[in-house]
């Protein structure tokens, strides 16, 4: 399989964006680290819960089987593969706890 999916193209310029959004995100957190943290701790639960969502709906379909997830599968397996970033942006989470 291709890095860049289907169209051919890497999805560099999403990671940069991101990557420079988290740097902007430190620089600013420094003044009230606390808040920045909590802010963080809120986007990470809200995306990690559609994760999580969207990886229950593709197994409740796989159990019960139909026409009714035939549709929906592919946008839910393509937001269920996001859990191992998860994993990863969850290490600021950790390192802040004293905080």
């Keep these: 399989m291709k890095l860049g999916g289907r169209h051919g193209r890497l999805p ?3 990671l940069v964006a991101g990557v420079l959004l988290l740097l902007l995100c430190l620089w600013v957190g420094g003044a009230s680290p606390q808040q920045a943290l909590l802010s963080y ?3 990470f639960l809200f995306f ?3 994760s999580l969502g969207s990886l229950a709906l593709v197994m409740v379909h796989a ?3 139909g026409a009714w997830g ?3 599968r592919p946008a839910l ?3 269920a593969r996001t859990l191992p970033l998860q994993a990863v942006l969850v290490l ?3 390192l ?3 905080v």
């Design 12 to 14: 560099w310029p999403g």
């Design 92 to 94: 600021p989470i950790l």
């Design 77 to 79: 397996l393509a937001a």
């Design 96 to 98: 802040g706890l004293p």
């Design 63 to 65: 159990l019960t089987g």
């Design 70 to 72: 035939v549709c929906l």
């Design 41 to 43: 701790l809120f986007a």
């Design 48 to 50: 990690t819960g559609l």
